[in-house]
Every structure is written in C-alpha cells, then in structure tokens.
C-alpha cells in the first residue's frame, strides 16, 4: 500500500478571511478578521525562537499608515483594505490524499 498526502497552502488575491461563527457552521460568520499585528504575540521559549540572522518580515515603521498587500505588516500575515478597514485575506491550507493498494503477481 502506498499513501499520499499534498498540503497545499492557498491565499487569495481579493478574498476576504471571516471569523466562524461559535453558534454553528451553518450560520453567519462573525465577521472579517482585521489586520491588527499589535495583538501578535511571539512564544519567549527559546526553543520556538527563530534562527539567528532571520526575521519573519521585512521591519515596519510604527508610524506608517497601515500597509497593505500579500505580505503586509509588521509579521507579513498580509492586509487588504475591505469593509472600510484593514482586513486579513482568505487563506487556507488545502489537503489532497489518496492511498493505492498495489498487488504484484509473481
């Protein structure tokens, strides 16, 4: 037997990214998640912490107007302007897994 499985992360262009709803799938979302790096939290473990010489972005001025784009803010989670205000865009991680049984005859 063999078996596969693709992860593959997607991020859309012009797609906003919603909250679920806690009260059910079927109901309506709670609304978009804004862009907002100041409630980002980096672990203090210093098994979590990064490589030296390495960064999770490019460093940005506080007192820059919010930027937005694909990799925008200060930990590049991205921000586009939706809804009159700064929103994350749609991401997902997308999964694709088969498993084959394969019989040889000898």
Do not use: W
């Not at 078996?3 to 009260?23: E, H, K």
């Not at 100041?38 to 473990?45: E, K, R, T």
């Amino acid at each position: 037997m063999a078996a596969v499985r693709i992860n593959y992360p997607f991020q859309a262009a012009s797609l906003s990214g919603f909250l679920p709803n806690p009260a059910g799938l079927f109901e309506p979302s709670a609304g978009p998640i804004g862009a907002d790096d100041g409630a980002v939290q980096i672990d203090p473990d210093p098994a979590c912490a990064l490589p030296a010489g390495t960064s999770l972005s490019f460093p940005v001025d506080p007192g820059a107007p919010q930027a937005v784009g694909t990799h925008a803010g200060s930990y590049g989670l991205g921000g586009q302007f939706a809804f009159a205000r700064t929103v994350r865009p749609f991401r997902k991680l997308l999964a694709g897994q088969a498993i084959f049984e394969r019989e040889v005859v000898l």
